[in-house]
């Protein structure tokens, strides 16, 4: 009977195992240091090896030379674990037989001793499936099980093993398998298997797989199927529904070009070719992944899994466009393949993101749209016409602390102590309430507040003030505030539009002069001021207070 490659090749000894070279060696000196565990968890992507090894680890428990890290494929016990037949070896999917029941029964077997070889050895697949109850069940097994008892979990999701068992056992992290070892082994198994085979179309296959080596194999089974003892890149592509590499490159022609037409057609074919659009996204997103490592680790880095024809390919490619540009191309194409999930008009979709990244190669940065804008001449002094306006000079370089901060530490020494709430304070004379409650407003650091009684209108009718200020003061004007600056007064405050019938208040200044003129010298205010005419600088003030 037939046996299909992934279980014939299959490894069957630690020296056969790739890409796991940290789990190997720490479980090769755990085993000639007689350091064996009772309990192990194995995660990792699928088709990593953690099944494999487990059975490994088995044989070499149990091989009758053993503990050994190189068993002898002779005895009973080699066979029967290879075969999958072995009585001490007990394979448990925990997917079916996740229960506490079966973990009862799992508890009371444990206590037997093996009935030929050294260890008893339970291996559960798919361990996270186990429920919460049946993991406590299974407990104080694991944590104080007999001494001819090893468990060894397999997981591709170790985050839903709960802590309690994790802590009891020794936990190793399987990786995803390196793109050129696993090409060299499936070079060698077509070797083996009399296939012939370029490296393109086995590059297509590693890249089917995504890191693991058994949906590799099994791609590489069906297309030996498919396409007999010769394997050609072109027929591999059209059996896995692959794109090829020239089919993406159209995509980045068309970028180059900023055509718009050639981007449609692109989705035209496609659809007249019955192709899954959102499997060419997720290839092109892929595809501008690759461009984007290629322009910044060159041709040549293990970044990118993808032969060294292929490498040269997208760095020539990546070449013609900036770092930015790919990374914004990047980024709108994983947008799309997200919207093509749940779209209902996937073409639409398609045609319209696709039309997103020409017009995304477009765009210019903030910096050089500034810069395109040039020097503004001087407003004192117009220039001839056939001379370029000249930048004004940079601004001097500052060594001791900026004017705001000075100006800040001078306030905040001549300020004078608030003085102590009034309970019964006297009316002030008629028209100096406003500037009295200016004044008090001001001592007390709300200037934002003290801003806007300025422009309003205030009156002192009997005990009562009446204050009618802007609608837009709603959140500087507030009665709290302004009986802290008066206490003992009571206010009746209406938003409308005022009547400022009184001589204005003269404002303190915050700022010293000499600031305040550093400020509207500086080029960039002046260059603002002449590019947008009409504006207006109505105060200075220090964002950090």
């Known amino acids: 009977m037939y046996q299909v490659i992934a279980r014939k ?35 990792g992507q699928r088709g990593t090896g953690k099944t494999t090894v487990a059975r490994i680890m ?45 973990m009862r029964e799992l508890r009371e077997s444990v206590r037997y001793r093996p009935a030929r070889d050294r260890y008893k050895v339970f291996i559960v697949d798919e361990a996270h499936q186990i429920t919460n109850e049946a ?66 179309a086995l590059s297509v296959l590693a890249h089917a797989g995504e890191g693991s080596v058994r949906d590799s194999l099994s791609a590489l089974d069906q297309a030996i199927a498919c396409c007999g003892t010769e394997l050609k890149a072109t027929e591999v592509r059209g059996l896995l529904g692959m794109f090829s590499l020239d089919a993406l490159e159209t995509v980045s022609d068309a970028l180059i070009a900023a055509d718009s037409r050639k981007m449609l057609d692109v989705v035209s074919n496609l659809e007249s070719r019955g192709a899954n659009l959102q499997h060419f996204c997720r290839e092109l997103a892929r595809y501008f992944r690759n461009l984007l490592v290629a322009r910044i680790a060159g041709a040549g880095t293990r970044l990118i899994a993808a032969s060294q024809s292929e490498q040269e390919r997208f760095a020539e490619t990546a070449s013609k466009f900036s770092e ?30 696709l039309l997103k990244l020409v017009h995304a190669s477009r765009l210019i940065s903030l910096e050089e749209a500034l810069a395109s804008l040039g020097p503004a001449p001087a407003h004192h002094a117009p220039q001839p016409a056939q001379h370029r306006p000249v930048a004004a000079p940079p601004p001097p370089v500052r060594t001791g602390p900026s004017p705001f901060a000075a100006d800040s530490a001078k306030k905040v020494a001549a300020a004078p102590a608030p003085p102590p709430p009034m309970p019964s304070a006297e009316p002030a004379a008629p028209g100096s309430i406003k500037q009295k409650l200016h004044d008090s407003l001001v001592e ?31 959140l500087s004007v507030k009665e709290a505030d ?28 915050t700022i ?34």
């Open 444 to 474: 007390l650091g709300m200037t934002f507040t003290a801003d806007a009684i300025a422009e309003s209108s205030v009156e002192e009718n009997g005990g009562l003030i009446e204050l009618v200020t802007d609608p837009i003061n709603k």
């Open 9 to 43: 090749y299959r490894p069957q000894s630690f020296s056969e195992l790739i890409s796991q070279e940290h789990v190997k060696t720490t479980l090769e000196n755990a085993i000639n240091q007689s350091r064996i565990a009772h309990g192990y968890i194995f995660s």
């Open 512 to 545: 010293d002069d000499e600031v305040t003129e550093r400020a509207l010298a500086h080029p960039e205010v002046q260059r603002f001021q002449e590019m947008f005419p009409g504006s207006l600088i109505r105060t200075v003030r220090n964002l950090k207070e």
């Open 58 to 102: 088995a044989r070499c428990l149990n091989c009758e030379k053993g503990p050994t890290m190189t068993p002898c494929d002779n005895c009973a016990s080699c066979r029967e674990i290879t075969g999958g037949n072995a009585v001490d070896v007990i394979e448990i999917d925990a997917a079916s037989n996740r229960g506490i029941n079966e």
């Open 324 to 353: 930015e540009d790919l990374t914004r191309y990047l980024q709108l194409t994983l947008n799309l393949f997200k919207e093509l999930q749940y779209s209902l008009q996937p073409r639409l979709h398609m045609e319209l993101g």
């Open 135 to 200: 993991f406590n069940a299974l407990l104080k097994t694991l944590e104080e099980p007999p001494e001819w008892v090893v468990f060894i979990l397999c997981t591709t999701e170790s985050h839903k093993i709960p802590t309690t068992i994790a802590s009891r056992c020794q936990q190793f992290s399987f990786r995803s398998v390196d793109f050129n070892e696993l090409l060299a082994r499936m070079e060698w198994i077509c070797k083996e298997e009399g296939i012939k085979a370029d490296v393109e």
């Open 482 to 509: 302004l009986m802290k600056a008066l206490p003992g007064r009571k206010f009746k405050i209406t938003f409308g539009k005022p009547v400022v019938t009184d001589e204005p208040v003269e404002k303190k200044k």
